[in-house]
């Protein structure tokens, strides 16, 4: 569903007085806080429907690189630099040499470890718990600005950086009438979380509808019957396993 289905389908929902209260400048606003709400949702309820592999150059002898910004990496089977507004949470990071063809997982670390480490209280060994070259002897950290990546011990040689990742939605992502809700790209041909899209709608409504208490409540109400998959979707998951 693009931004021009959702308005119309909102406005119909609104009733006919629509017009001479929302423009549609204001209802598109209106959709992409309830684009991004939505999907802050989703990434926190079931991480693995939001989740994006991106591909970064890590130069040698860097102490971190930035991970966020319109030049920032690659996604994965493209040549266009992604927009990665945000990092919601890190899910795992691989990495490879220039001389080599495969990926190998990299342990993640947290920042109080990363401290410690930086104190020398602490060595990189002591934080992998295996033997070091099992896992090459890297571990990754998510900055606290949550926007840079730090890989210790600092590589002597330029390494690829894979990371599986949620991010953040800008908050003006929905620029056109063609743009898919609920992707990080917005121009793709098939916008991600079909089954979502309607409580996008409804959520905007509910932000909409703040002077009037009841009609508020029916759109919460319908928000909420749809994101009541979210949590269907995760025990069918676990149950499989």
Partial sequence: MNLLNARSQLRLMLGDQSESVWSDSDLNEVLNRSNIRIWRRIASEDPGAT??????????????????GASAGFNIGTSVATDVNAVISLEKVFYKTGGSTSFIEM??????????????????????G???????G?????GDSRSQLLVRPVPSTELTIRLSMNTELAEDLL?????????PDPTATIGEN?????????????????KDE??????MSMREDVMSMLSMRATSIHEAY
């Fill in 51 to 68: 989740n994006r592999s991106v591909d970064y150059t890590y130069p040698a002898d860097s102490s971190g690189i930035s991970i966020v």
């Fill in 107 to 128: 342990p993640i670390g947290s920042l109080a470890q990363f401290n410690e480490l930086s104190s020398g209280a602490s060595s990189v060994y002591d934080m992998l």
């Fill in 130 to 136: 295996v033997l070091p070259h099992l896992m090459g």
């Fill in 138 to 142: 890297y571990v990754g950290f998510l």
């Fill in 175 to 183: 620029s056109s009438d063609s743009s898919k809700l609920l992707t």
């Fill in 194 to 210: 079909l089954t979502f899209h309607e409580a996008v709608i409804y959520d905007a409504g509910f932000l909409c509808t703040f």
């Fill in 214 to 219: 009841s009609i508020r409540e029916e759109f």
